[in-house]
Nanobody, 119 residues
Protein backbone atom coordinates (compact mmCIF):
# COMPACT_ATOMS: atom_id res chain seq x y z
CA UNK A 1 0.00 0.00 0.00
CA UNK A 2 1.26 3.45 -0.98
CA UNK A 3 -0.11 6.75 0.21
CA UNK A 4 0.30 9.82 -1.99
CA UNK A 5 -0.09 13.46 -1.05
CA UNK A 6 0.01 16.17 -3.70
CA UNK A 7 0.76 19.82 -3.19
CA UNK A 8 1.71 22.88 -5.18
CA UNK A 9 -1.43 23.64 -7.12
CA UNK A 10 -2.91 27.07 -7.37
CA UNK A 11 -3.95 29.91 -9.61
CA UNK A 12 -1.52 31.15 -12.21
CA UNK A 13 -1.72 33.40 -15.25
CA UNK A 14 -1.17 32.02 -18.74
CA UNK A 15 2.52 31.67 -19.38
CA UNK A 16 3.25 31.20 -15.72
CA UNK A 17 4.73 28.26 -13.86
CA UNK A 18 3.86 25.91 -11.05
CA UNK A 19 5.61 22.98 -9.49
CA UNK A 20 3.57 20.11 -8.16
CA UNK A 21 4.92 17.73 -5.56
CA UNK A 22 3.82 14.23 -4.69
CA UNK A 23 5.13 12.66 -1.52
CA UNK A 24 4.84 8.89 -1.27
CA UNK A 25 4.80 6.80 1.85
CA UNK A 26 4.16 3.19 2.69
CA UNK A 27 5.45 0.35 0.55
CA UNK A 28 7.50 2.60 -1.68
CA UNK A 29 9.84 -0.17 -2.77
CA UNK A 30 6.90 -1.77 -4.56
CA UNK A 31 6.44 1.18 -6.91
CA UNK A 32 6.96 0.39 -10.57
CA UNK A 33 6.45 3.92 -11.85
CA UNK A 34 4.81 7.15 -10.84
CA UNK A 35 3.07 9.79 -12.82
CA UNK A 36 0.63 12.61 -13.02
CA UNK A 37 -2.89 12.59 -14.39
CA UNK A 38 -5.26 15.47 -14.75
CA UNK A 39 -9.00 15.79 -15.00
CA UNK A 40 -11.10 18.78 -15.92
CA UNK A 41 -14.82 18.93 -15.10
CA UNK A 42 -16.81 16.85 -17.53
CA UNK A 43 -13.71 15.29 -19.05
CA UNK A 44 -11.96 12.00 -18.61
CA UNK A 45 -8.88 11.73 -16.49
CA UNK A 46 -5.87 11.78 -18.79
CA UNK A 47 -2.24 10.85 -18.25
CA UNK A 48 0.19 13.75 -18.33
CA UNK A 49 3.64 12.50 -17.42
CA UNK A 50 5.29 9.39 -16.04
CA UNK A 51 8.63 8.41 -14.63
CA UNK A 52 9.67 4.81 -14.23
CA UNK A 53 11.63 3.29 -11.41
CA UNK A 54 14.64 3.47 -13.71
CA UNK A 55 14.15 7.17 -14.41
CA UNK A 56 12.64 6.98 -17.88
CA UNK A 57 10.14 9.75 -18.52
CA UNK A 58 7.15 10.01 -20.82
CA UNK A 59 4.85 12.91 -21.59
CA UNK A 60 1.61 13.47 -23.33
CA UNK A 61 2.19 15.43 -26.53
CA UNK A 62 0.32 18.49 -25.32
CA UNK A 63 2.81 19.15 -22.51
CA UNK A 64 6.07 18.16 -24.15
CA UNK A 65 8.61 20.92 -23.88
CA UNK A 66 6.63 22.65 -21.15
CA UNK A 67 6.36 20.12 -18.32
CA UNK A 68 9.12 18.17 -16.65
CA UNK A 69 8.63 15.24 -14.31
CA UNK A 70 11.41 14.42 -11.90
CA UNK A 71 11.99 12.55 -8.69
CA UNK A 72 13.93 12.72 -5.47
CA UNK A 73 14.38 9.14 -4.41
CA UNK A 74 15.72 10.05 -0.99
CA UNK A 75 12.60 12.09 -0.28
CA UNK A 76 10.21 9.60 -1.90
CA UNK A 77 8.85 12.50 -3.89
CA UNK A 78 8.07 13.17 -7.53
CA UNK A 79 7.62 16.60 -9.03
CA UNK A 80 5.93 18.07 -12.02
CA UNK A 81 7.44 21.35 -13.12
CA UNK A 82 4.91 23.11 -15.30
CA UNK A 83 6.07 26.04 -17.39
CA UNK A 84 4.37 28.11 -20.06
CA UNK A 85 1.01 27.17 -18.65
CA UNK A 86 -2.06 27.47 -20.81
CA UNK A 87 -5.72 27.76 -19.87
CA UNK A 88 -6.27 24.26 -21.23
CA UNK A 89 -3.94 22.98 -18.52
CA UNK A 90 -6.59 23.85 -15.96
CA UNK A 91 -7.57 20.67 -14.14
CA UNK A 92 -7.27 18.73 -10.96
CA UNK A 93 -3.91 17.01 -11.06
CA UNK A 94 -3.59 13.60 -9.46
CA UNK A 95 -0.44 11.78 -8.54
CA UNK A 96 -0.37 8.10 -9.42
CA UNK A 97 1.87 5.29 -8.31
CA UNK A 98 1.64 1.84 -9.80
CA UNK A 99 2.75 -0.83 -7.38
CA UNK A 100 3.39 -4.49 -7.86
CA UNK A 101 1.55 -6.98 -5.72
CA UNK A 102 1.81 -10.70 -5.49
CA UNK A 103 -1.50 -10.93 -7.33
CA UNK A 104 -0.80 -8.23 -9.91
CA UNK A 105 -0.49 -4.47 -9.96
CA UNK A 106 -2.35 -1.74 -8.15
CA UNK A 107 -2.78 1.94 -8.94
CA UNK A 108 -2.54 4.28 -6.00
CA UNK A 109 -3.88 7.82 -6.19
CA UNK A 110 -3.39 11.05 -4.36
CA UNK A 111 -6.23 13.32 -3.39
CA UNK A 112 -5.61 15.76 -6.23
CA UNK A 113 -4.50 19.37 -6.38
CA UNK A 114 -6.24 22.07 -8.36
CA UNK A 115 -4.37 23.93 -11.06
CA UNK A 116 -6.13 26.91 -12.57
CA UNK A 117 -4.61 28.89 -15.42
CA UNK A 118 -6.51 32.08 -16.00
CA UNK A 119 -5.93 35.75 -16.57
Amino acid sequence: QVQLVESGGGLVQPGGSLRLSCAASGSILSILHMGWYRQAPGKQREPVAFISSGGTTNYVDSVKGRFTISRDIAKNTVYLQMNSLKPEDTAVYYCNARTVLRTGTLDNWGQGTQVTVSS
